[in-house]
Structures are given as C-alpha cells and as structure tokens.
C-alpha cells in the first residue's frame, strides 16, 4: 500500500500549514486576558490629588485569592515607610483596599500591590504613584515609580525581572509536569497509532513487514521502563509549582499552599495529581502483557530451522526475547502476539492514555483559559485541551521517536534502521500536519500576553523568552521540512536501490536522518521550557511606555450643558498616554475649580481604565495620565463636577479613541 500523500500533496499541505501558522501570529490578541492584571484603582496611576485619599482601592481583571493578594503604600522616595496603618484587604472578589492615614501629608505616594489569582495561581507584581498636591497646587518630588528591589515592607521579597528564586522553581516545576504529560500522551499516541498502523501495511520489501514488527515490541518494552519516569515528573513537576507560588505569595510555604488549594486551581491542581497517580496504579495493577520483549537482530543468511529441520522463508528475521530464548518469523507473522494478550496490552495503554489526558484536562481548568470572560468563556477550555492534545501529538511524538524508537534500532544495521524509519516516519507526517494546524488555530486562545510594541522583545525577559521560542519553533519546522521533502525521499530510493547492491549511501543519510530527529525532539523539549518561563514572566512587560512619536490626537466635545471640551492625547500608543482637558463655559471662560474624571471601557472586550486630571493654573487645563491597556477602540466618559451655592453638579460628554501597539 503506497502512502496516501504524495510528495505533491505534502508540500503543499506543509505551505499551508506554515501560511496559517504565520496569519494566527500576526493576528490582533484575542480576548482571553492571562493573569490578574491591574485595570483599574482610586486614586488613578499617575493623578495629582488636592485633597487626600482616605484609601487605596485597586480593581483587577479576574478573581483574586483574598489571603495571599495585598498591596502596600510607601513614601514614593524610597524611604521604605510604609503609609498605611493596616494591612490591605480584599473587599470583594476583584478589588482590593489599603487604608491610609486620616492626615496624610503632600507628597507622592508609591502603592506596591501582588495578585495571585484563583483561577490559574499566577503571581503579579507592580507598582504606581499618586500624589498629594502641595499647598500652591504644585505636583511633589517624586522616585521611580516601579516595584523596589529587595523586600517591601508588608509584602516581603520582590523581583523587578519576575526571575526570583521562588519564581524560577514555579517554572521548573511547570515545565517538568508539562514536559512529563506531553510526552506521556504523545508517547501512547505514538504507539497506539503509528507503531500499530506500521506493523498492519504490506511491506514493499519481503522483511520490512518483519522489521517494523519488531521494532515495535522493542519500542514498547523500552517505552514501559520511561512511562513511570514520566508520570513521576508530572507528580514532582505539580509539586515544584505549588511550592514556587506559595513562596511567591510571600506568606509562608504552609499558608501559602493552604491559600493556594483552598481556590479553583487548588482543586485542579489536585485533579492533576489524582490523575497522574491513576495513571501510575495502571502500571503496577494491570500486568504489562501486551508484546514479547525484543531485540532486532540482522537478517539471519542461514537461518535455524524452528521446527523439526523446517527451513525458514528468505527473509526471515531473528528475534531474543527476555528469556534468552531466540524466536525465528517470516514477515513478522510467527511474533504476532496472541489476540487476547494483544486486547489486554491495548487496554492497559487505553487506560495509561486516558489518564494523561485527564491530567491535560485538568491542566486546562487549572490555566489561562479558566480566566477567560465574555463569549469566549464556553470555549476557551475546550480549545486549550485542543491545544495540549495537538502539542501532545507533535511534541511528544517526536520525543517518542528521538527517545524510544531510535535507540531501540540502534542496534541494527543502517540498512534496517533505514527500513523501518521510511516505513514509519511517513505515518506520522500527517499527524505533525494536523497537529501543527491545530496548534496555528488554537494559539491565539491560549497567548499568555500579547507583546504591545516590538522593543518588547528585547527589553522585557518575556520578550526574550517569546523570542527564542519563536526562533525554536521555525527550527522545528524547518527541519522537519527538509527531512521531509528532501533526506526521506532520497534515503527511500536508495533503499529501493540496495536491491541490485548500487546503493552505498544509506549509512550517510540514515545518520543524517536520526541527527535531524534528535535535533527536532530537542527544540520541542527548548519550547516548552520557554512556555514555562513565560509563565512566571509576564510580570516583566509591565505597563507599556508612551511613545514620544506615537500619533497625537486632539478631541472636540460638547459636554450635555454645554461645556466646551478640547480633550487631547499626546500618543495613541497602547500603555500610559499624557492628557490634557481644556474645560470653557457657554460663554467662553475657563472653568477652573471642576473635578476631572475618566472612566474608560474597551469596546471590544471586558476591560477598563480610570484617571484623574488635575488643573496645572500654569497651563490653564486639566493634565494627568490616562492608562489604555490594549490596542483597539476605547470609549472615554468624562466626568466634570462642579459646585455651586454648596450643591454638586456633574456634567458628562464621551470621546472615543483607538489604540495602537
């Protein structure tokens, strides 16, 4: 049976892959918001108050965990003095209070706050100013307005990079349980289909039938021994990310995890761990009866007879078994395990597979996609199972080849290494196909956070992550590109010629062949390390900078009693942006002794942002900053209050700008 794709027909299923794969990545960010970013707080980022605050109230994008979410106020010229008299406290699921004192002074105050979300455990780390006008109305000296290095009182240890010690053993821990689950399900998948698919077809050559067959038992008695050690790393890796982010909560270890498992992800972190540990009682309950092992010998010239001075066919391939015992088979047919033995091994491994799929499940409840809001809330999950399944089969099918299969061959000569490997690698080639597509369709849905501008990528160490990621995956697939279309084909046709003894090339190519494997097996291994950094990284990219040469925009508007309003922005970058509001009467003057507030809301998604302008008498307008945290259409509500004869009077009008990265 020829395969069902032609050379044709691979290539251009590869460009079409590759093509969609490279639209999704340029795709604008979809709504799934990763983490429990800050998206709004009272007093606002940046604003100049004339009156004091009596409290700090933050507003972020997701559940937060009430125990281990809390934030502090300081003196914002790094003197270390924490402000508020008592410790910070959540009020409801999304907001956070910290109180200040009744007579707090001018100045400019810094508010360091952490989240840890319910939903997937993340751990968030920021900071922003407010200040408190002096008595001429002038703004105060003021430090940087970041996370301070070191500990902070009332939060203890921080990191301005995201890379603390506690941070880096969450992202061990994570790539640890996702390598071990993508391997485990790829793995199974690998054997359950490819090796099963390989062992039924006609062979082109009398023995090839024989050699896949036997391969296959020797891939499954080595992939037995490594399928414990995977499922143990998924146990230890759930284990090293529990403790990283209890650590990270500054806490304590033990009320860290206690916080930590008393929310959603705590009960499919667990779900992860039961998972893994059914998977490990298959294996020590149900007996592993599938295939006798075996090793591949060469083809014997002169084969012993295996009954009675019977002769075996040409072609005949030896086999040693456990036992010592050596076992002769024409085309494989004589090492064909019987039906039942053979039922019971597909059950076991049925079984074995279910449970790693169990454990992606969970990992999906447990992840981003558990955060996500609006519409894309029924179906976030089901495309993150999508996603790790399809990463499962590319991913893990190649660790299952550079792992198992070719050291399982390595024994052999080139000649049947390279029989086996053209009979097999083309099995699993539509899968990487489907698998690739797959990941291209269903990766916007599971973008931790999407980079705001390109200098991201080089100053931020998420950037840096997602950068090298990104050159690992266009690794894999050019690699898999030039084997696929290039070495395979060539290494085929000099199998085909080894017939007549005229091919002397095969040791070269298959010694090729199995480097580029190892090679691809590799990078995959590379990637998902760079997803787990990226995990503990996305504190890194903080709020996006305005750019000095972002496109301005000046907005006229008629408030409902009539005001005059020249609203403007000095870019139109996504991040902090400078503004400016010129407030007239009816008849023309200055209005200035009026409130200024901006409620902003994002008309493609969820998401908000709030500001405080204040008047500069110098400048005769209203001057703050205004955060847009995401490129696209943002609708700003402007509240101006004013009071007169005692009695308060808010007027309204509502521009809308668009944001870009």
């Not at 999704?24 to 100049?48: F, N």
């Not at 972190?269 to 295939?291: D, E, S």
């Not at 075996?312 to 002769?328: H, I, Y």
């Amino acid at each position: 049976m020829q395969h069902v794709f032609s050379d044709q027909r691979r290539r251009i299923g590869w460009l079409a892959v590759l093509a969609l794969a490279a639209w999704c990545a340029l795709w604008p960010a979809a709504a799934a918001q990763a983490h429990a970013i800050l998206v709004r707080s009272d007093p606002a980022a940046g604003s100049l108050l004339t009156q004091a605050p009596g409290l700090v109230r933050l507003t972020f994008s997701e559940q937060i965990n009430p125990t281990l979410s809390r934030a502090v106020v300081l003196n914002a010229l790094h003197t270390q003095q924490q402000i508020n008299p008592a410790p910070s406290r959540a009020v409801s699921a999304l907001e956070v209070d910290v109180p200040l004192p009744p007579k707090l002074g001018p100045g400019t105050y810094l508010v360091v706050w952490r989240s840890v979300s319910t939903d997937d455990g993340h751990i968030l780390e920021d900071a922003f100013c407010f200040a408190v006008a002096q008595a001429d109305g002038s703004r105060p000296a003021s430090g940087p307005c970041t996370v301070p290095a070191g500990s902070v009182p009332g939060l203890g240890a921080t990191s301005t990079t995201g890379l603390s010690p506690a941070a880096l053993l969450s992202a061990l821990g994570t790539w640890l349980a996702l390598l071990g689950a993508l391997a485990w399900v790829g793995g199974l998948l690998w054997q359950l289909g490819v090796l099963r698919l390989g062992t039924g077809l006609p062979a082109t050559a009398q023995d090839a039938r024989g050699l896949t067959r036997a391969a296959r038992r020797g891939t499954i008695l080595r992939f037995e021994g490594y399928l414990g050690w995977l499922i143990g790393a998924v146990l230890v890796g759930n284990l090293l990310l529990l403790t990283g982010n209890a650590l990270q909560a500054g806490a304590g270890l033990g009320d860290g995890v206690r916080a930590l498992l008393a929310t959603q992800f705590g009960t499919f972190w667990l779900l992860r761990q039961i998972a893994a540990l059914a998977g490990a009682l298959v294996l020590v309950l149900v007996p592993f009866v599938g295939l006798p092992a075996v090793e591949v010998a060469a083809p014997i010239p002169a084969p012993r007879a295996p009954k009675k001075g019977t002769p075996p066919k040409p072609g005949a391939l030896a086999m040693t078994t456990a036992q010592g015992n050596t076992v002769t088979a024409t085309g494989g047919a004589a090492l064909t395990a019987a039906p039942a033995a053979e039922r019971r091994g597909l059950w076991r491994d049925g079984m074995a597979l279910g449970a790693g799929v169990l454990v992606l499940i969970a990992t999906a409840l447990s992840g981003h996609a558990a955060s996500v809001t609006g519409p894309l809330a029924g179906v976030a999950v089901p495309v993150d199972v999508l996603h790790l399944l399809a990463t499962s089969a590319w991913v893990g099918g190649l660790w299952y080849t550079a792992a198992i299969l070719l050291p399982t061959l390595a024994a052999t000569t080139a000649q049947e290494q390279g029989t086996v490997l053209t009979r097999l690698l083309p099995l699993f080639s539509p899968v990487a196909y489907v698998a690739v597509f797959v990941l291209a369709l269903t990766g916007s849905f599971n973008t931790d956070v999407h980079l705001t501008s390109l200098s991201q990528f080089v100053t931020t160490s998420y950037g840096l992550a997602l950068f090298v990621k990104l050159l690992l995956v266009a690794g894999m697939i050019g690699i898999s590109a030039w084997h696929v279309f290039r070495l395979r084909p060539r290494l085929a046709a000099a199998l085909a010629r080894s017939a007549q003894g005229t091919a002397r090339v095969i040791p070269t190519q298959v010694r090729h062949l199995t480097t580029l494997l190892r090679t691809e097996a590799a990078l995959g291994v590379g990637v998902v390390l760079c997803v787990a950094l990226m995990s503990v990284l996305a504190g890194s990219l903080g709020a996006a900078p305005s750019s000095a040469g972002g496109q301005p925009v000046v907005l006229h508007a008629t408030t409902t009693d009539g005001m005059n309003l020249t609203f403007a922005l000095a870019s139109t970058k996504v991040g902090g942006n400078a503004a400016t509001l010129t407030v007239r009467d009816g008849a023309g003057n200055p209005v200035t002794d009026a409130t200024v507030a901006i409620n902003g809301t994002m008309l493609e998604m969820p998401m908000t942002t709030q500001a405080a302008l204040s008047y500069a008498p110098s400048d005769q307008d209203y001057a703050g900053t205004v955060s847009l945290l995401m490129p696209g259409h943002w609708s700003l509500a402007i509240s101006i209050t004013t009071t007169a004869n005692g009695a308060a009077h808010t007027d309204h009008a509502t521009v809308t700008v668009v944001t870009t990265a």
